[in-house]
């Protein structure tokens, strides 16, 4: 009888057994990082445990904000509608439909100041997952830290802010690359000076992996888009031992339990060598520190309780794989947003995996595993030959723009469902032990009134607001953007004096144009 191969989601096929592996001689918190950013781990400090949320209007989420940190959530991690991701107010034409959807509308510092009430951001860290308009909300939130009275220099959080992935994967960018870069390129200079705590990008592969990527890819195709924004801050004349500190990643976090393991010890060692090649000296700016989400595309309609499961082996695999921070999905998520319930019991799950596995008691656990130790290099190479590609085409950017990386998740995606059909990939519930569907009827529906809420709130700022303020300070953004100033000074003065999203955002468009 033939015996059985074995593959791991990126076809690195897996032997019956492993008797030998590259000797393990680092330590953790010592170059390349293979082990972990820090010698004690976690037994210094947990990792945050974050709770992605963000629906309706801003005070519904406030709600939700408040309830998360009273079960014990130790970060903020907002989620915004579609129209403020691509840069809309509430009231554009294009907006009807999406407004409070898939995240928490916000038009003007107005918004940020209601969904942040009775919430000290000094005392927490947020991150905020937004793109395209990342410097809009960013400045948003420095000009409510200055009406609080906080210390800028303390402020700590992260927005996501990498759009070279939008095009790639999720389509949520505004502008053309060119000018996308600069924006991106300027919040590095402006925070590097004015908020020295903040994860100015969080170079995201979760989105590359939600698309339909595997773990090589979501590794190479993010780690490429790392080098691109190192290149375009050095061309810039920034220090790279200053703002590659700021820099953090974004990883998914699938089913494979020892592939997802092995993808974030050998995503560390790349990152720390590319930084050291391209001219870092210190370890702080050649450490890869990530936030992780557990799979969103690997939650089932059918039978969502198994997801209960999917989501406790995902969160497990990035504790042991040495996450600084995590984000663990809804048991309902393939059906709404989640439900308060559902939230409260993904981040229960942290919790138990924290304080009753025993898992954070040591510094890379698995560390000296035949297994582990060769799957790591085993996912190194392959990823270093998809760098390796890009690099000859002329880094991200170029490769994104001929829509080869667009084309190899394509690709990938599609012979994952054929495997999904054909049963050769078996998901539990939706192609083997099916049966008749449970019925869920506690899921989250936001309303479509949530639109016209926004609208009165646009209509009552604009008559509140000092129109000539507005109008200046939109004047000045415009005269900046046709030059080579700094944006964030002049996007931050349009936010406190409540410019909305859509206005600041339509200037730049003036100027830019759309992608």
Excluded at 372 to 380: A, F, G, K, S, V
């Amino acid at each position: 009888m033939e015996e059985k191969k074995c593959f791991t989601s990126s076809a690195i096929e897996i032997k019956p057994l492993y008797t030998a592996a590259s000797p393990v001689t680092e330590k953790p918190g010592e170059f390349p990082f293979t082990r972990g950013i820090r010698k004690d781990m976690y037994r210094g400090r947990l990792w945050t445990m974050r709770q992605y949320a963000g629906f309706s209007t801003a005070e519904e989420s406030n709600k939700r904000y408040h309830y998360l940190l009273q079960q014990g959530t130790t970060g903020l991690s907002v989620a915004f509608d579609l129209p403020t991701q691509i840069g809309y107010d509430s009231d554009h034409e294009l907006s009807e439909g999406e407004v409070g959807k898939v995240g928490v509308a916000i038009d003007s510092l107005k918004d940020m100041e209601i969904l942040f009430e009775g919430i000290a951001l000094e005392q927490i860290t947020t991150s905020m997952t937004i793109n395209a308009t990342a410097s809009i909300l960013l400045a948003m939130y420095i000009a409510l830290a200055k009406k609080q009275g906080a210390d800028l220099s303390q402020i700590s959080g992260t927005i996501q802010n990498d759009i070279l992935k939008e095009y790639a994967a999720r389509g949520t960018y505004i502008y053309p690359p060119k000018p996308s870069m600069r924006i991106i390129t300027d919040i590095f200079e402006y925070c590097s000076r004015e908020l020295p705590k903040w994860n100015t990008i969080s170079i995201s592969g979760y989105h590359i992996r939600e698309a339909g990527a595997d773990a090589v890819q979501e590794l190479a195709f993010t780690l490429s888009n790392g080098k691109a924004y190192l290149k375009a801050a050095l061309e810039k004349g920034l220090d790279i031992n200053v703002f590659a500190r700021r820099l953090s990643f974004f990883f998914n976090c699938h089913n494979n339990f020892f592939e997802e393991i092995a993808k974030f010890r050998a995503a560390r060692r790349m990152w720390a060598k590319i930084t050291k090649d391209l001219g870092a000296t210190d370890g702080e700016a050649q450490m890869l520190r990530f936030h992780t989400q557990t799979g969103g595309s690997t939650l089932t309609a059918q039978q969502p309780m198994n997801n209960i499961v999917r989501v406790t082996n995902q969160a497990m695999a990035a504790v042991l794989g040495g996450t600084q921070s995590l984000h663990t999905n809804g048991f309902d998520e393939a059906l709404s947003l989640p439900t308060e319930a559902a939230a409260k019991l993904a981040l229960r799950t942290q919790q138990v995996i924290a304080f009753e596995s025993g898992v954070a008691d040591t510094a890379d656990p698995l560390a000296g595993s035949f297994f582990i130790e060769t799957l790591t290099d085993e996912i190194e190479h392959a990823a270093q030959l998809y760098i390796d590609k890009i690099d000859t085409m002329g880094g991200a950017v170029a490769a994104i723009e001929n829509e080869y990386i667009q084309n190899e998740i394509a690709a990938t995606a599609y012979k994952y469902q054929l495997e999904i059909e054909d049963g050769g990939r078996i998901i539990v519930g939706v192609n083997r032990f099916t049966q008749t569907e449970e019925v869920v009827t506690d899921t989250l529906r936001i309303d479509e009134s949530i639109r016209t809420i926004q609208i009165e709130k646009i209509k009552r700022l604009r008559k509140e607001r000092n129109a000539s303020e507005v109008a200046s300070a939109l004047d000045n953004l415009r005269t900046a953007a046709k030059s080579s100033e700094n944006l964030m000074p002049f996007i931050l003065v349009a936010a406190e004096v409540y410019a909305t999203l859509g206005e600041i955002s339509d200037v730049l468009r003036s100027v830019f144009g759309e992608q």
